[in-house]
């Protein structure tokens, strides 16, 4: 199994910024992409950011250009810097990734979630 232990959420406010940090761990052969997704109140599941293991990143429009996703392949880290934060960041924010075990299953793994409060 694969888990995964999210980081750096809070409270802050408008216009500052927040990194996120997520580490993979467990029976681990590779990872395949990994990322951020985020859920408000009342509101689905989306996706923030993603990057692939070629470091291939894409972003959902509302944060093009204030979050940039990156990954550290040798600690099995993604991080996700968000600047210029605005009220309508705040979600639960969620780490997700695809990979591969030794035992030669590839399955899709969640983060418990961490909280980002964006107020003044």
């Known amino acids: 199994q694969v888990q995964l232990a999210e980081s750096g959420g809070g409270l802050v406010q408008p216009g500052e910024s927040l990194r996120l940090s997520c580490t993979a761990s467990?029976?681990?052969?590779?990872?395949?992409?990994m990322g951020w997704y985020r859920q408000a109140p009342g509101k689905q599941r989306e996706l923030v950011a993603r990057?692939?293991?070629?470091?291939?990143?894409n972003y959902a429009d509302s944060v093009k250009g204030r979050f940039t996703i990156s990954r550290d392949n040798a600690k099995n880290t993604v991080s996700l810097q968000m600047d210029s934060l605005k009220p309508e960041d705040t979600a639960v924010y969620y780490c997700n990734t695809a990979a591969r075990t030794y035992y030669g299953t590839t399955s899709n793994y969640w983060g418990q979630g961490t909280q980002v409060t964006v107020s003044s």
């Open positions: 467990g029976s681990i052969f590779s990872i395949y992409h």
């Open positions: 990057i692939t293991s070629g470091n291939s990143t």
